[in-house]
């Protein structure tokens, strides 16, 4: 199911406007105090370049099934891309993936399961039906559900560029059934290569 987006907020732009006046209003203007000079050896800094394209303090573009959410943050550039599911019936959601933009040749992240799992078995990965890593743990449970930390080397990340599903499995605790996600990668490439690109 594809996700809408994370966060949602309208890019700002820089306007600019020049004003003339006419010479009876120059005329009545006061006169300007003479600026106060800087003390020796400092100077005045710039104004802090935007961002993001556009001035704006955010931007969330999707591609395919996956979303990128990027952020200022104190001047700070995080960005995520995610992909949600939930129940058709209650629409609320329950699986979540979002993995940071690759910093240093990995990306970080964290998936979101329901609760009623057998925590201490973790979970498996599989990359069209083939294992990827050795499983994950759970780290710990939210109102929204239970959290598993991600960290993907860039041979994984890689591997799912050109792979078309990922799979996320966990036991249930009532039956010991597995209870399993399909995420698809429909798109990731691009968001992948986004993410990055705007997090420089």
Known sequence: ????????????????????????????????????????????????????????????????????????TEGRKVCLLAQSQGDTRSGQRVFAIELRAPREGRSDGTILMPFGLKLENGAILKLDDKDLGQGVRFSTCVPAGCLLPVSFPKVATDAMTSATRLTVAALSLSSGEAVTFNVTLTGFPAALARAAQLSD
């Not at 309208?10 to 203007?29: F, H, R």
């Not at 300007?32 to 104004?47: D, E, I, K, Q």
């Open 1 to 72: 199911m594809r996700r809408a987006g994370l966060f949602f907020r309208s890019a700002l732009l820089l306007l600019s406007a020049t004003l003339t006046a006419s010479p009876l209003v120059a005329q009545q203007a006061p006169l300007a105090r003479p600026a106060t000079p800087l003390p020796a050896g400092t100077s005045v800094a710039p104004p802090p370049a935007p961002l993001f394209p556009n001035g704006a303090s955010s931007i969330v573009e999707t591609f395919g099934d996956w979303t990128v959410d990027c952020r200022a």
